[in-house]
């Protein structure tokens, strides 16, 4: 059912939240600037007419959203500052303060799927696009842009093959326990007790001890798998995908392709970008676009299957040419985008600081800015939660990327209307202290 009004009956007895706040807190003047009837307008068709309950008011998901990804809060923790922070509850579109909770938790999930990666890009134009009303983006900005690809990691374990052995076999005698199936063994207790001695072995650096700890236990997994195959020639699809991830990973070697990395998130790819202190990562390739003047993110977008990054080059120059509503003119990018056969007209610039003597001064200027979507990677993990993805599948890849987006687009924009804030504040305390020395020296005249 569509989402009801937020609009709270009237009271005499309390204050509204606008006459007790400060008027000038970047979170108040944010609230104001922001066009939430555009939110109501798009995410309105997501819901059924007239059957079943209200849905919840979509500004108050939306800024739910926008204030997670924005202090790095997760779905628990943002509801629980929220109950506390008067600032928090107005930006959310509530009048009076709350002493509850408005949702669970888990509604939050459920509003992540609705909104799909369509609807979280609508929440990232809108913030572009207030910042394009306020003035702090312009056409010029679009003039050059920066380009580069980062990993965005999965809250996985580190993938061994001891560990995923054992975990396969557990999540097979679950399933078939499930389901009724009598198995002739589980392998419980025999499983747990190699995993352990292969973990004491390997640390011991008795490598040949350990291997034959991991082939017992690939030997465990493989007659659980095939009890099951035996006892149950018809499975259902839930346990058919299961049976096809423990055969594919009894399959893979160590130089296989398309390898299997996590039992619950099986579209974890592994990326090596040449790091030193962190050789593989484990997760997906995101790619931003910003703008090469003020670094805003006008496009972040999640790709999968590991590709080259010259191949990922079309898709985020058209985002981000969709989401701002104009053309981008130059871009540049780094040594990993040769030969990646765009032919838009965006004209492409690769970075190459061994031809840089023949460039003039402002060429070399703006070669040299390329380097300022570095940072912008390590805020939007460190800040914004694209350390660890904790959503799950490939479509919960793409909107925690675009999301982390939002929240360093948000946190620009809280800067930016901070300014005043602070300077209001210094001059009431210079005043403050100009009023008292005025009244000392009154003082001491008379």
Known sequence: MQPKKQYETPDLFRSRLDQILNRNHPLFV?????????????????YVEDRGRPGKPIRLMVGLH??????????????????????????????????????????????????????????????????KR?????????????????????????????????????????????RGINLRQSYKWLAKRALSKQGRYSHAKQMKRSRKEVRKLKI???????????KEPEPDSKLRHLLQLAERLQEQKRDSKHKLYSIHEPDVECISKGKAHKRYEFGNKVGMVTTSKKSWIIGIKAFH???????????????????TGWKIKEAYVDLGYRGHGY?????????NFR?????????????????????????????????????????????????????????KLLAVFLWPYFILRKLARLLGILEIQALNFQYSLS
């Open 30 to 46: 944010l609230a104001n600037k922001i066009d939430w009837s555009f939110f109501e307008k798009e995410f309105g068709k997501t």
């Open 66 to 131: 926008y204030l997670k990804y924005s202090f790095n809060e997760s779905d628990e923790s943002v509801l629980a500052r929220f109950l506390e922070n008067p600032y928090w509850q107005y930006f959310c579109g509530f009048e009076y303060f709350q002493h509850n909770l408005p949702i669970d938790s888990s509604s939050l999930t459920r509003f992540r799927k609705r909104l799909g990666e369509s609807g979280s890009e609508k929440l990232l134009e809108e913030l572009i696009q207030t910042a």
């Open 134 to 178: 306020e003035g702090y983006l312009k056409r010029r900005d679009l003039d050059k842009v920066n380009i580069d690809t980062t990993v965005q990691e999965k809250a996985i374990a580190f993938p061994t093959d001891a560990r995923l052995y054992y975990k396969m076999r557990e999540v097979l005698v679950r399933a078939a326990q499930e």
């Open 220 to 230: 465990y997994l493989g007659r659980v798998y095939r009890d099951i195959k035996r």
């Open 305 to 323: 299957n590991n590709p080259y990054d010259g191949h990922t080059l079309r898709e985020s120059i058209e985002q981000a040419e969709r989401l």
């Open 343 to 351: 032919d838009g007209d965006t004209e492409i610039h690769i970075v």
């Open 355 to 411: 031809t840089m003597k023949r460039l003039t001064r402002t060429v070399k200027k703006w070669f040299k800015r390329r380097s300022a979507i570095e940072p912008v990677f390590g805020h939007v993990k460190s800040d914004n939660r694209m350390s660890k993805n904790y959503l799950k599948g490939i479509e919960g890849d793409k909107i925690n990327a675009i999301l982390s987006g939002c929240g360093f687009n948000m946190r």
